[in-house]
């Protein structure tokens, strides 16, 4: 378990293991707003001699006011995109090492949102990243969804070239009843009002990311969106092949 707040995740270990008593379970610290934390994280993960068959890239920050990250990148793109996509490359090797060892297909699993659909008219706003000006929290949420899925897509290509036995995808979980709100009040105390009659809750929510990170059906598909535990289709610039490339170029300069 890699998590931000290692008191909450010792909490969680504890509650898992009442239940699955043989459950083996690490907690490690990792904060994906910071690249530090991230390179940290992988190197501690890469050194501890452990096989990596599942990544699931889960975190996720949403519609803050304007922030910059540690790193000075405006936060959401910082957590929900540049953090994993560093996270997933620092990774790679130990992840095509376990599929070819262990003879299993390897899975990286994108945690996007229905959200990707509602960004900036030009997708990824590559040269106004930072722009305080013309920012807007919920286009900024899409943007970074957005790169989600072209960071899947762009992943799932590059593995198909490589020959790795290893599929990239993303999905969209659901709207669950969990603090993603915590930045706008209101909704928030509705979410907390109402949300046990319209939205998911945590198990369900969670429901289409374990779907496409274990289930049976799911093998060898790669580059594909899902929701609610089937295929779905993702909006049109998420398939633009260009724009995932210009991304892919964009994070990894970001990222070095």
């Known amino acids: 378990m890699a998590v931000r707040n290692t008191d909450t995740g010792r909490k969680v270990k504890e ?4 239940e699955i008593p043989n459950a083996k379970i690490d907690v490690m610290e990792l904060d994906l707003s910071s690249m530090a934390s991230v390179r940290r994280f992988a190197s501690e993960y890469n050194s501890s001699g452990l096989p990596l068959n599942l990544l699931i890239n889960n975190a996720g920050v949403m519609a803050p006011p304007f922030m910059l ?3 000075n990148i405006e936060l959401q793109f910082a957590t929900n995109h540049l953090g994993h996509f560093l996270l997933t490359k620092l990774l790679l090797e130990t992840m095509k ?26 997708g990824i706003r590559f040269d106004k ?3 305080q000006a013309g920012y807007s929290s919920l286009s900024a949420y899409g943007q970074s969804k957005l790169a989600n899925v072209l960071h899947a897509n762009e992943l799932a290509r590059r593995l198909k070239e490589d020959g790795a036995n290893i599929t990239a995808n993303s999905l969209h979980p659901g709207a669950i009843t969990t603090n993603l709100f915590r930045y706008h009040s209101f909704v928030e105390g509705l979410v907390n009002k109402l949300g046990k009659y319209v939205l998911k809750n945590v198990p369900q929510g969670a429901a289409t990311t374990c779907y496409v990170a274990l289930h049976p059906q799911v093998k060898g598909k790669s580059g594909e969106y899902f929701a609610d535990s089937n295929l779905a289709k993702a909006s049109v610039q998420s398939t633009n092949v260009e724009l995932a490339r210009k991304l892919w170029d964009f994070s990894m300069n970001l990222a070095k």
């Not at 509650?15 to 009442?18: E, R, T, W």
């Not at 297909?105 to 990707?116: L, P, W």
């Open 97 to 122: 090492n376990t599929a070819r060892e262990s003879h299993k297909e390897g899975r990286i699993v994108n945690v996007s949102s229905e959200g990707h659909r509602f960004v900036y008219r030009e």
């Open 129 to 131: 990243i930072n722009d």
């Open 69 to 71: 990250s540690q790193d």
């Open 15 to 18: 509650a898992i293991l009442k």
